[in-house]
């Protein structure tokens, strides 16, 4: 019997029920940390998972014996939640840009107002050539 094949809850070919429940501990620690981190719903879950709700709902089975979520499930959770931090990055960044961009128009505007620099460069941008 290969490890794939093994009944949920037992240990991996030659592991002892000690270790094997060690892992269930901490396959359980794992998505409930993962779980907080995406704050989805159930159903947004199962879908990402590829499990039926009713599963999902009694995950991280703490009280269970031999049930834990899968390493597969915790790697497509931890997927999921990089996926995410990848694209706030993205967006704070986008963000920062938009922020110079505008900050710099501002203080254009101000150089004009002033009389530093002439109105045409401020509009244009171009306060090289305006010094």
């Known amino acids: 019997m290969t490890s794939h094949h093994r009944r949920p809850g037992r240990p991996l070919h030659g592991g002892s029920p000690e270790a094997a429940a060690a892992s269930r501990q901490r ?39 031999s049930f834990a979520p899968s390493d597969r499930a915790l790697d497509l959770m931890r997927q ?3 996926q995410r931090t990848k694209e706030r990055l993205e967006e704070a960044r986008i963000r920062r840009e938009i922020e110079r961009e505008s900050d710099e128009a501002e203080c254009r505007e101000h150089l004009a107002y002033c009389g530093i620099i002439d109105p045409d460069d401020a509009i244009d941008g171009n306060l090289e050539d305006a010094a």
Request: net charge positive; no cysteine; charged share 25%.
């Open 27 to 65: 396959r359980r620690e794992d998505y409930a940390r993962l779980r907080a981190a995406l704050s989805m719903s159930p159903a947004e879950l199962a879908r990402l998972l590829g499990l039926a709700e009713s599963t999902v709902r009694i995950l991280p089975a703490w009280s269970s014996a």
């Open 80 to 82: 999921e939640l990089l």
